[in-house]
Nanobody, 125 residues
Framework: QVQLKESGGGMVRVGDSLIVSCTAP????????MGWFSQASGKEREFVAA????????FYADAVKGRFTISKDKAKETLYLQMNSLKPEDTAVYYC??????????????????WGQGTQVTVSS
């Protein structure tokens, strides 16, 4: 059973930056597709960003394009989401997701078989 573990969430102010991380202890993430999704209180979970592990192709939601960067450290087997210029509307639980490749729908939740428990990010004004 693959377990994903997020870390790095917290409370920040508008305009601040924050990095959240995701690891899969005991797993080799080579050739896996991975993504970040967010769920604000009372709303549906939605796509934030995705990356193909081997090729490094990235995908972003329009709302975060230019502010967030998804990246990976193959040596550390770690996925990152660098979040800059944070806004109150970025407040949400951020989930890491993974599967053996992204297929043709990296923005679709159904693409991902494995999910983490989430980490809370709160942006205050």
């Amino acid at each position: 059973q693959v377990q994903l573990k997020e870390s790095g969430g917290g409370m920040v102010r508008v305009g601040d930056s924050l990095i959240v991380s995701c690891t899969a202890p005991g797993q080799t993430l080579c050739a896996w597709g991975m993504g970040w999704f967010s769920q604000a209180s009372g709303k549906e979970r939605e796509f934030v960003a995705a990356i193909t592990w081997a090729g490094g192709s990235t995908f972003y939601a329009d709302a975060v394009k230019g502010r967030f960067t998804i990246s990976k450290d193959k040596a550390k087997e770690t996925l990152y989401l660098q979040m800059n210029s944070l806004k109150p509307e970025d407040t949400a639980v951020y989930y890491c997701a993974a599967d053996h490749g992204l297929g043709n729908y990296p923005r679709d939740q159904a693409t991902y078989k494995y999910w983490g428990q989430g980490t809370q990010v709160t942006v205050s004004s």
